[in-house]
C-alpha cells in the first residue's frame, strides 16, 4: 500500500521530498488540495471540512499511513483524524522547541514563518508557551509565499522585495534561527538566505516529520519495496495532465538544488 502525503498545494512537496530521502522504496499519493488553497486565509471550520473530505478520498484509495504535510492543516485537525482514521497519522509542527533551544541564552531571538491561520491557533500559542521560557520567539505571516508557490512563481525580483517588506519591522542582526513553519516555505530558503545575515540558521520540520515515517513503519513491520512512485491527485481528482505533472516533478528537483 502507499503512503498518502497531503497539503493545501504544493508545499507537501518540500516534506515529501525529504521523506523519500529516508523512504525511497515505498510508493506515495500525493494530494494538493487546490480547489481550496490556501487553507491558511480560510475559517478554522472551514478547513477542517475541507481535510476530512480529503482524508475520506485517499483513505478509500487504500493507505497505510497518512502524512499531513500541512503545518496549518496539522494544527487544527490532526488530533480529530487520528481519533475517526485507525492508520498512523503524522503531521509537521513549526519546529520552535529546536530553534529555542539554539538561541536560549545567546541573546538572539527566533522568528517564526507560518500562516495566519497557524499563528492564530491554540495548538501554536500552547507550544511557545511551553518552551519559550526566555520570551524570545517572534512570528511572522507570510501568506504571500503561499500565493507565489501556488502559482510557480519563485522569481526573487517578486520574491525578495516582498520579504523585505515584511521583514522590515525587525532587526534581522538580533535574530538567531528562523523557523519555516509552513510547508510552502522552504522553496524560498535562496531569497531569504540573501536578506538573513549569514550565520542566522533557517530550519524546518519536514526532516523530523520524514525521520518519524520511517520509524513508525519499521516498528509496524509495514515497509514496502516499492520505487518511489507517486500518483498525485488535486483535490479529488487524478492529474493526468503534463504540464502540471511535470510542474510538481520540478519542484522536487528544484529541492535538491536547494540543499
Ligand atoms: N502548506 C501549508 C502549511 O504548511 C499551508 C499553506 C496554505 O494553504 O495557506 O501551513
Redesign the pocket.
Known sequence: MRIGIL???V??LTVLHQILKWLPKEDYIYYADTSN?????KSKEEVKEYIFNAVDFMVGQGIKALVI??????SIAVDDLREKYDIPILG?EPAVKPAVQRCEGKRKKVLVL??N??LKEEKYHNLVERIDHQDIVESLPL?KL?EFAERFKFREEKVVPYLKEELASFDLKQIGTVVL?????PFFQKNMRSIFPEEVDIISGSIGTAKNVKRILEARNQMSSGTGDILYFSSGVKIEDKETLSNYKNLLVMLDKIE
Open positions: 497539503d493545501s498545494g508545499g507537501g488553497a490556501p487553507y491558511g486565509e504535510a500541512c503545518n496549518t492543516a496539522t509537521i507560518a500562516t491561520l497557524t501568506p503561499v513553519g509552513c510547508t510552502h516555505f
